[in-house]
């Protein structure tokens, strides 16, 4: 049963079946309001709200796209009302310059996959909100710039540059930081 | 050819780096949407099946035209054992039927014009 069938079997009055688009999305539904929110009290409350927001407006959702990027789009207005942030205008200098400070005193260090994943989230967690969105669509869930554009109200060239400098700005935070060249193992 | 190669790489390398910050759903919010959503599923009161409103249409055109056509059809009953024949083609009586006719249109225009607002009201 694909998608939409299971949408037409909601809206024919079967709640029970939207269950299963809770238990696919709800994983990177948290991970993008945990992004906008910051922690994960909001981010579940942020989360539960879209869901049941979805739900109630599940007769307006088009079947010419994806579940998805319109689930994703409801998450990522709903968080940004929640948490009042102003996603776009960040503060990319100070996280530079920031990062550019402690590069000095950092150390090399051998890295184990914990390690690994403890830095990479720490980074994650100081980057620009909205760098370390575009970086989670892109590399997490695999949606083209197109649907990320969708998501977050961006143009599609706009996504691109912002793409790029989050990109860049995420290996420069790694290295200056911890002193090291994140490789996949 | 060799950039898109590289660049090709290094989203690889992104996405496996990146693959470990994706947060996991703690097990109960699932059952907390669901409950959610089926308390206000619980507190919307069941639609009853809608009216139809093209049956009513007919019914009420039907009892106001008939009404209508019964009263013209004694009046000229009434008028040709009256006053014979003749007086069915006179101006004055033609008049008289075209202004019930219409008085009845009337009624019907109005009756229609109310049972649009309400169905309206009923929507908002």
């Known amino acids: ?185 | 050819m060799l950039e898109t190669y590289n660049q090709h790489k290094e989203d690889e390398q992104m996405r496996k780096i990146l693959s470990s910050t994706k947060i996991n759903a703690s097990e109960n919010l699932k059952y907390r949407i669901m409950r959610q959503i089926e308390t206000e599923n619980a507190l919307v009161p069941k639609k009853g099946k809608p009216i139809k409103e093209s049956g009513n249409v007919l019914k009420e055109m039907g009892s106001l035209f008939g009404t209508m056509y019964a009263v013209l059809a004694a009046m000229i009953a009434g008028v040709y054992f009256l006053f014979g024949k003749e007086f069915l083609l006179s101006p004055q009586f033609i008049g008289t039927v075209i202004l019930i006719a219409s008085v009845f249109s009337l009624l019907w225009l109005i009756s229609r014009l109310d049972s649009y607002l309400k169905e309206k009201k009923r929507i908002h």
């Open chain 1, 1 to 185: 049963m694909n998608e939409n069938q299971r949408v037409q079997q909601v809206l024919s009055g079967n709640s029970s079946a939207f269950a299963y688009f809770v238990e696919a999305y709800q994983d990177m539904a948290i991970t993008i309001a945990h992004r906008i929110c910051g922690n994960m009290q909001d981010a579940e409350d942020v989360v539960q709200e879209s869901f049941v927001k979805a739900y109630r407006n599940l007769r307006s959702f088009r079947s010419d796209s994806k579940f998805s990027t319109w689930l994703y789009r409801i998450v990522y207005n709903t968080a940004i009302t929640h948490s009042k942030t102003q996603m776009w205008i960040g503060s990319r200098e100070t996280v530079v310059e920031e990062a550019s400070q402690v590069a000095d005193n950092a150390l090399e260090i051998n890295m184990d996959e914990m390690e690994r994943k403890e830095i990479v989230s720490e980074v994650m967690q100081r980057m620009p909100k909205g760098d370390a969105l575009l970086l989670t669509l892109y590399y997490l869930e695999d949606n083209p710039v197109k649907e990320i554009a969708k998501i977050t109200g961006l143009n599609e060239p706009n996504v691109k540059v912002k793409l790029f400098r989050a990109r860049k700005l995420f290996k420069e935070m790694v290295v200056s930081n911890y002193g090291i060249q994140i490789t996949g193992s």
